[in-house]
């Protein structure tokens, strides 16, 4: 069994070496932007949410706030996506909700990333629930101190504690899978 999580954890290395000199041949210049980000992604203009989306989380990425993903960034953001810890992509999914970057959560910034999930998963999934009744179950069920905000701390417990906020909470529409169908497509 040992030998399995080995073999697997060398395959990722190895995809992510290669997404590495992918990026070093087709960006000689050392930056990626989000027009080139989005291509990676295979994202059309005529798909706002997905569009909107791919935004959020190359926002999420550029940590210079230059527009641009520099090798670094793009490493980094290719190793989470694709080896991230629980912890980890937790941390990244609150800083995407996060969208005015005061370390709390408040019902906008929430209902804003629902309504995005929920038109790119909706075709795919049997969500009974309105984006509105999405973020007052979450927080219903995270926010402990009831002051209408959500922190990183109650955000991370809230989500190991009830599989299905867990679900919403870590933003999982298949990021790894984009980048293992899409790595080709660089500029």
């Known amino acids: 069994m040992g030998q399995e999580e080995s073999h697997t954890e060398e395959i990722d290395l190895a995809r992510i070496q290669e997404l590495c000199i992918i990026f070093m041949k087709e960006c000689p210049s050392g930056a990626l932007h989000l027009h080139e980000f989005k291509r990676i992604f295979g994202i059309q203009s005529s798909s706002a949410e997905e569009s909107l989306y791919i935004e959020t989380v190359f926002r999420s990425f550029d940590t210079n706030r230059d527009n641009r ?9 290719i190793n989470l996506i694709l080896r991230g810890n629980l912890q980890d992509r937790l941390k990244w ?86 980048v293992m169908q899409n790595s080709g497509r660089l500029p």
Not at 69 to 77: G, K, N, R, T
Not at 129 to 144: A, G, K, N, W, Y
Request: net charge negative.
């Open 69 to 77: 993903l520099d090798f670094i960034e793009y490493v980094a953001a």
């Open 93 to 178: 999914s609150f800083k995407m909700y996060d969208k005015d970057g005061n370390g709390k959560l408040d019902r906008q910034e929430v209902k804003r990333i629902i309504r995005i999930i929920y038109k790119i998963k909706l075709p795919t999934s049997d969500v009974s629930m309105t984006p509105s009744e999405i973020c007052d179950r979450i927080f219903e069920l995270v926010d402990q101190n009831h002051d209408g905000q959500i922190t990183l701390s109650e955000f991370m417990e809230g989500a190991q504690k009830d599989e299905w906020v867990m679900n919403l909470l870590k933003l999982d529409v298949n990021a790894a899978g984009w």
